[in-house]
């Protein structure tokens, strides 16, 4: 959703972001952007090699579906 409250980052910020909190083990794969908020931009980001990359995430931040 589009919004004049949201503040969106490029994929070079989030890359940056990345870098600096997770170092070289910060190589990026994907960033997707999650939709629906109407005041937060949040973003989905997958690194390669991420030991967790293939765990389901202990809570689900989406709906079931149906809902």
């Known amino acids: ?8 980052l ?3 910020q989030i890359a940056k972001l990345v870098e600096v909190n997770f170092g070289d ?7 997707h952007e999650l939709k629906g908020g109407m005041f ?5 980001i997958q690194r ?5 990359a293939d765990f389901p995430p ?10």
């Open 1 to 8: 959703m589009k919004s004049k409250t949201k503040f969106r």
């Open 10 to 12: 490029s994929e070079t």
């Open 25 to 31: 083990e910060g190589k990026l794969s994907s960033i």
């Open 40 to 44: 937060n931009a949040a973003y989905l």
């Open 48 to 52: 390669t090699g991420d030991p967790y």
């Open 58 to 67: 202990a809570i689900s931040l989406l709906p079931a579906s149906g809902e």
